[in-house]
T-cell receptor, first 113, second 117 residues
């Protein structure tokens, strides 16, 4: 069975500060892991994904995430927050030959000036 | 290029009415997915099509929910006799490949916000 836990439904950071959004997953087999961002009244946009290979994955807008199998985590980071990063972020898990995503409940990021 | 489009963007229905939600996937995408996103929650899987074949409908909450994709492109999600608990955003996504064997990205539409009064 697959499930995704995002710790912290709301995270607030100051502009220029480090962004850290947490995601832990459970999966019976090696997972595929995704981070999506959702702006108000818009669909989900892919930030980055991990399938195989290098465990540190770089995405768009300066975001990156590291797959840590031993910790079953895939936390999203960005060194310096920008006002335009304010949005809701969703972590999702899938796996080989499995045609659905399981999403976490989301984390709303607020960026203070 | 054009992304996934959904219509209508907003729908208000009285309890008991039937509704139909449309999804136009990206041209050439084999896979199509429907998700339900309740307020404050992440999307939850409803159903999946590979071309015109509905291969997984395990997430449909009741037999009032029905989805089709007759020609392997446009899809319609129909909800009969709507109930207040059906109020949610319904998201459609499409993917190029037929399986998730390489972790294929799903491209999402903007969603249809359904409010049942």
């Amino acid at each position: 069975a697959q499930s995704v836990t995002q710790l912290g439904s709301h995270v607030s950071v100051s502009e220029g500060a480090l962004v850290l959004l947490r995601c832990n997953y459970s999966s019976s087999v090696p997972p595929y892991l995704f981070w999506y961002v959702q702006y108000p009244n818009q669909g989900l946009q892919l930030l980055l994904k991990y399938t195989t290979g290098a465990t540190l994955v770089k995405g768009i807008n300066g975001f990156e995430a590291e797959f840590k199998k031993s910790e079953t985590s895939f936390h999203l980071t960005k060194p310096s927050a920008h006002m335009s990063d304010a949005a809701e972020y969703f972590c999702a898990v899938s796996r080989y030959n499995f045609n659905k995503f399981y999403f976490g409940s989301g984390t709303k990021l607020n960026v203070k000036p | 290029g054009a992304g996934v489009s959904q219509s209508p963007r907003y729908k208000v229905a009285k309890r008991g009415q039937d509704v139909a939600l449309r999804c136009d996937p990206i041209s050439g995408h084999v896979s199509l997915f429907w998700y339900q996103q309740a307020l404050g929650q992440g999307p939850e899987f409803l159903t999946y099509f590979q071309n015109e074949a509905q291969l997984d409908k395990s997430g449909l909450p009741s037999d009032r929910f029905f989805a089709e994709r007759p020609e392997g492109s446009v899809s319609t999600l129909k909800i009969q006799r709507t109930q207040q608990e059906d109020s949610a955003v319904y998201l459609c996504a499409s993917s190029l490949a037929g399986t998730a064997d390489s972790g294929n990205e799903q491209y999402f539409g903007p969603g249809t916000r359904l409010t049942v009064t």
